[in-house]
């Protein structure tokens, strides 16, 4: 993979693609057992729900629960039953052929096998414009069709009867199974398209759905809609829950009060309210892999900056010069962690071993505070580029915590390392993005987060060619190993994980980003909202088997 995260392009985004939500409907009545009478859910939204097309949503975080695909994320990112009941593999690891169960869309209508192949193609013609048409990549011709060098007939996918769905793959894809959980892949009825016209998808009435729930109340444009048990689901007897209430509210403020009126059973709390809600007994976390870092442009239109940040002393040093420890707790103010590496932590282990990728790639003295090495490495980068002192622009959004952030570093470099000037430029969220994505900056803070618990989600986008590499790092060794882990060694999961680690050793000791911190957002939840599964990736809020205990 060389795109976009399903989290954000660029960490300010970050913040609107959590999607999080998840409650009780207070006063619910009572029954015997462990479930209340009334399986009602209140949640909140951050903003308006941009689309209801799986072929070009801009992400998947909740989605999931109205849309199925071939299979569904589980606990831990474990791969549970989906759409298809059987699946079968060719020893080349090229060829997967899955068995559709007999399940109905909404209206009761069988889906098909055809009905994958529609969505398929339909995802990775140019003219659909999806945001995810790359997570294709690896089926057979889907990358010359994106490209527009390809009929989408050419794709990789057939379907053989009614109930079986064949996918022909360029080359062995380790975590295909873990891309099978995203709606994303998830089948889409041609004869709903052709009924609907230009209306399919602009209404909650004007689609169909496969996941345990259905979608209402949605009209394109408006800041309320439900989600309601799909009754025509194949596992409808796992689904607890009758609705799901969901208002948007961009304010913390307004919806940590909707929760402590008992009209919201999860808030997400914002940095200033973590401090006085850290000890309520409501309070929890759900970890995200998003690591958040600081991007070098090694092809800076200004020829001194660009000789200074092309020396990786002055990298290191600027990396050594970073208090994260501080930045998390006095600066960011919630429950995120410091990063060591720019993969996540806890997003995938060793399948030899069991260690956590994180921590078995970690470089000494990559992201550690040494402000004495930092200065030392500082003159010595200085001295190599023929400079006495550097001015560098930080380009970041004026979301928060975007700002306080860089007013630290400001702070934290400008003290450690003799010499620099940092100029800040913090603008709106849309603009930076656009002026990052042009090369427009110096340092740029960022942000990434895994499409799926695998290493290659992160460092697949660091590579030469990469459209999400801004800065245009480019090492020649990194490149060959993540290319090797996606080539001749994909087929081989110890030899593909050995390349993986060497690839994210080498980033770090290259300083080719500077990680800085991974994100843990805060809540408060309702003790009585129980099986809800969260996953630190992919679509992360699965609801099929929550209910409201009494």
Known sequence: ???????????????????????????????????????????????????????????????????????????????????????????????????????????????????????????????????????????????????????????????????????????????????????????????????????YATKAQYMLYSGPFKLTGWTGTNNSWSFVKNNQYWDKKAVHLSKINYSVNASTTTTLNLFQEGKLDLTQLASEQVKNMKSNKDYTTYPYSITAFLVYNFKDSHKTVRQALNN?????????????????????????????????????????????????STVKNSTSYKPALAKRLWREGLKEVGLKKLTVRLLTSNDEPNKPISQYFKGQLEKNLSGLTIDIANIPAKVASTRAQQGNFDLYLSGWGADF??????????TAGSGYNYGKYNSSQYNTLVKKAQNQDANNPQARWQDMLQAERVIMQDQGITPLYQTVYSFLQNPKAKGIIHNTAGTQWNYKYAYMAK
């Open 312 to 360: 990786q002393k002055i990298r290191q040093a600027i990396s050594l010069s970073i208090n994260r420890q501080s930045l998390v707790k006095n600066v960011i103010g919630d429950a995120s962690t410091t990063a060591k590496t720019f993969v996540p932590q806890d997003l995938a282990t060793d399948p030899k071993n069991g260690k956590d990728f994180a921590a078995e």
């Open 453 to 462: 618990n695998d290493p290659i989600s992160h460092l697949a986008i660091m």
């Open 1 to 199: 993979m060389k795109k976009r995260s399903v989290l954000a392009v660029i960490f300010s985004l970050v913040l609107v693609t959590v999607l999080a939500a998840c409650g009780q409907q207070s006063g619910a009545k009572h029954s015997s057992g462990k479930y209340a009478n009334n399986q009602v859910l209140n949640l909140s939204y951050p903003t308006t729900l941009d689309s209801i097309d799986i072929s070009n949503m801009s992400g998947y975080g909740s989605t999931g629960n109205v849309f199925e695909s071939l299979y569904r994320l589980g606990k831990n990112g474990s791969v549970t039953p989906g759409l298809a009941s059987k699946t079968t593999v060719s020893k080349d690891g090229k060829t997967y052929t899955f068995t559709i169960r007999n399940a109905k869309w909404s209206d009761g209508s069988a889906i098909t096998a055809q009905d994958f192949v529609y969505s398929w193609k339909r995802t990775v013609t140019p003219a659909t414009k999806s945001q995810y048409a790359y997570l294709f990549s690896g089926v057979k011709n889907a990358d010359a069709i994106v490209a527009g060098k390809q009929a989408p007939s050419t794709l990789g996918v057939k379907a053989q009867g009614k109930h079986t769905f064949v996918v022909t793959l360029s080359k062995p894809i380790t975590y295909f199974k873990k891309l099978m959980t995203y709606p994303l892949f998830g089948p889409i009825s041609e004869t709903a398209v052709k009924k609907w016209g230009n209306k």
